[in-house]
């Protein structure tokens, strides 16, 4: 694609990628390490990202955002990943939420939520996994009745991202044998949040299990038309997440290659450097070559996204299946060239290789990614 070398080269670019890094390196990259023992982002890390407009950054700047094109918002992303997928993961969450709403919402429903999404004072999450409806999101039993004044919700949601902290959930449920999508304030009576502790990885994602007893749901709460809840709405938010999923891969990526580089350079085996060793400088070339292949292909689908071009979807797909497979082969190989000292939490490679794992999960499987890619149409053009 001719466009590829445009993107790279563009100096406005790289001016933007460096302003995002220093705003990483001050902003969240001190409080990864603490945020993920705790289980818990930081404050200060969601008031720099509020502050500094990344909450809310991609929507429109009629609502209150940034307006950001998929190519930068693909570097933001690229940069907080490399420090700390939770924080990513807020970003992910929030912003697919707020994108969707932006594209499917009435024009009541977007007037009033989205200028707050937009400038990060309310925070979004998105409920549609379920305990028997992971990947196969067509299971889900959350439901709709009509009530006197609406809507009344029932169900429960799992792994629900931010679960614990969000003022608004997009919820997926049945209605009258139809799927449908609709916001649901955090605070609505009837809404019971249960904090995941227990999780392997994005420790500091704040997840939550959301239960639904009987809760009054007001009609204009309701996202599209009934029936297009998984094939528009759901698909909307899952192509959106994918997307930044595969960007924050790239930064776990180049994390584990800029503390490999660093560590085989310093550190001395056999009175020899690490960087000396033949196998070492194999396994470095395939963490930096995988590094610099699953950024281009994120590039790629950033510049179709804003292109609007038919086969993002499947460039999306394809950056996230090669990234995110990358990112936890880079994190297995630096956690092995740091040896023991890669397995503690005196270094940040352990919790790499754990977040890399879940991103290889989310939002569509490694083995769903594999048997929906290679037989898309559009593979051809």
């Given at each position: 694609?001719?466009?590829?070398?445009?993107?790279?080269?563009?100096?406005?670019?790289?001016?933007?990628?460096?302003?995002?890094?220093?705003?990483?390196?001050?902003?969240?990259?001190?409080?990864?390490?603490?945020?993920?023992?705790?289980?818990?982002?930081?404050?200060?890390?969601?008031?720099?990202?509020?502050?500094?407009?990344?909450?809310?950054?991609?929507?429109?700047?009629?609502?209150?955002?940034?307006?950001?094109?998929?190519?930068?918002?693909?570097?933001?992303?690229?940069?907080?990943?490399?420090?700390?997928?939770?924080?990513?993961?807020?970003?992910?969450?929030?912003?697919?939420?707020?994108?969707?709403?932006?594209?499917?919402?009435?024009?009541?429903?977007?007037?009033?939520?989205?200028?707050?999404?937009?400038?990060?004072?309310?925070?979004?999450?998105?409920?549609?996994?379920?305990?028997?409806?992971?990947?196969?999101?067509?299971?889900?039993?959350?439901?709709?009745?009509?009530?006197?004044?609406?809507?009344?919700?029932?169900?429960?949601?799992?792994?629900?991202?931010?679960?614990?902290?969000?003022?608004?959930?997009?919820?997926?449920?049945?209605?009258?044998?139809?799927?449908?999508?609709?916001?649901?304030?955090?605070?609505?009576?009837?809404?019971?949040?249960?904090?995941?502790?227990?999780?392997?990885?994005?420790?500091?994602?704040?997840?939550?299990?959301?239960?639904?007893?009987?809760?009054?749901?007001?009609?204009?709460w309701i996202v599209g038309r009934p029936g297009f809840g998984l094939s528009?709405?759901?698909?909307?938010?899952?192509?959106?997440?994918?997307?930044?999923?595969?960007?924050?891969?790239?930064?776990?990526?180049?994390?584990?290659?800029?503390?490999?580089?660093?560590?085989?350079?310093?550190?001395?085996?056999?009175?020899?450097?690490?960087?000396?060793?033949?196998?070492?400088?194999?396994?470095?070339?395939?963490?930096?070559?995988?590094?610099?292949?699953?950024?281009?292909?994120?590039?790629?689908?950033?510049?179709?996204?804003?292109?609007?071009?038919?086969?993002?979807?499947?460039?999306?797909?394809?950056?996230?299946?090669?990234?995110?497979?990358?990112?936890?082969?880079?994190?297995?190989d630096a956690v092995h060239l740091f040896g023991a000292r890669g397995?503690?939490?005196?270094?940040?490679?352990?919790?790499?290789?754990?977040?890399?794992?879940?991103?290889?999960?989310?939002?569509?499987?490694?083995?769903?990614?594999?048997?929906?890619?290679?037989?898309?149409?559009?593979?051809?053009?």
């Amino acid at each position: 694609m001719s466009c590829t070398a445009d993107v790279i080269e563009s100096p406005d670019l790289a001016e933007k990628r460096r302003a995002f890094r220093r705003f990483v390196d001050e902003h969240v990259r001190p409080h990864a390490t603490a945020s993920d023992r705790a289980g818990r982002l930081e404050p200060a890390v969601v008031d720099a990202l509020r502050r500094a407009g990344y909450l809310g950054a991609p929507l429109s700047k009629a609502v209150g955002g940034c307006g950001m094109t998929a190519v930068v918002y693909g570097l933001l992303t690229r940069e907080i990943g490399r420090a700390c997928s939770s924080a990513r993961t807020l970003l992910t969450v929030h912003d697919l939420v707020g994108l969707t709403l932006q594209r499917w919402g009435s024009a009541r429903l977007k007037a009033a939520i989205l200028p707050h999404l937009a400038q990060g004072g309310a925070l979004a999450a998105i409920a549609l996994s379920e305990e028997d409806a992971g990947s196969n999101a067509a299971a889900i039993t959350t439901a709709l009745s009509q009530s006197r004044d609406g809507y009344r919700l029932n169900g429960a949601k799992r792994w629900v991202s931010f679960g614990q902290l969000a003022d608004w959930f997009l919820v997926f449920a049945r209605w009258e044998g139809r799927f449908t999508a609709l916001m649901v304030p955090g605070a609505i009576h009837g809404l019971l949040r249960r904090p995941v502790t227990s999780m392997l990885s994005i420790r500091a994602g704040m997840m939550a299990d959301i239960e639904f007893h009987d809760c009054e749901i007001h009609p204009d709460w309701i996202v599209g038309r009934p029936g297009f809840g998984l094939s528009h709405v759901g698909a909307t938010a899952i192509d959106f997440g994918r997307y930044s999923i595969a960007c924050g891969a790239v930064g776990i990526a180049d994390a584990c290659v800029s503390a490999s580089i660093s560590h085989a350079r310093e550190r001395s085996q056999a009175g020899s450097k690490l960087i000396d060793h033949q196998l070492v400088r194999a396994r470095l070339t395939r963490m930096v070559a995988g590094a610099r292949a699953a950024g281009l292909l994120c590039l790629r689908a950033g510049y179709l996204r804003d292109t609007a071009e038919p086969q993002a979807l499947i460039e999306t797909m394809i950056a996230k299946y090669f990234a995110c497979g990358h990112a936890a082969a880079a994190a297995n190989d630096a956690v092995h060239l740091f040896g023991a000292r890669g397995l503690t939490d005196e270094y940040p490679l352990e919790r790499f290789l754990r977040d890399a794992k879940a991103l290889e999960i989310i939002e569509g499987s490694t083995e769903i990614h594999e048997t929906t890619i290679g037989g898309d149409p559009l593979l051809e053009r």
